[in-house]
């Protein structure tokens, strides 16, 4: 099993930054692609934010992102991180952190992009963006 704990969500305002954090208790954090998802209000899909793949950390994001999303891994402590830039009232949603331990190749662009993929995932933490 791996059990996933995010923090550093928050209210915001538009044009800011937050640093979410995603610790997985694993014993070789590096075997797993870690991804954020995101689900904003009143909805039930999970929007792929970003993934960083497991073993080399190759990372992706989605097409929203536009260059404001960072994610980043720390496999000595486990963690990884989505650093969020130019914040939007759009961007409001709870943030999940997901890993896969299936070590699997890239069968497509796409293929750590789908939220299916993944079989742990945290409790998410809350994005509030006011305009």
């Known amino acids: 099993q791996v059990q996933l704990e995010e923090s550093g969500g928050g209210l915001v305002q538009a044009g800011d930054s937050l640093r979410l954090s995603c610790a997985a208790s694993v014993r070789t954090f590096s075997d797993l692609a870690m991804a954020w998802f995101r689900r904003a209000p009143g909805t039930e899909h999970d929007e792929f934010v970003a993934?960083?793949?497991?073993?080399?950390?190759?990372?992706s994001y989605g097409d929203f992102v536009k260059g404001r999303f960072t994610i980043s891994r720390d496999n000595a402590k486990n963690t990884v991180y989505l650093q969020m830039n130019s914040l939007q009232p759009g961007d409001t949603a709870v943030y999940y952190c997901?890993?896969?331990?299936?070590?699997?190749?890239?069968?497509?662009?796409?293929?750590?992009?789908?939220?299916?993929?993944?079989?742990?995932w945290g409790r998410g933490t809350q994005v509030t963006v006011s305009s």
């Open positions: 993934v960083s793949r497991w073993g080399s950390g190759r990372t």
């Open positions: 997901a890993a896969d331990r299936s070590r699997s190749p890239d069968y497509s662009p796409t293929y750590y992009h789908t939220p299916g993929r993944y079989d742990f």
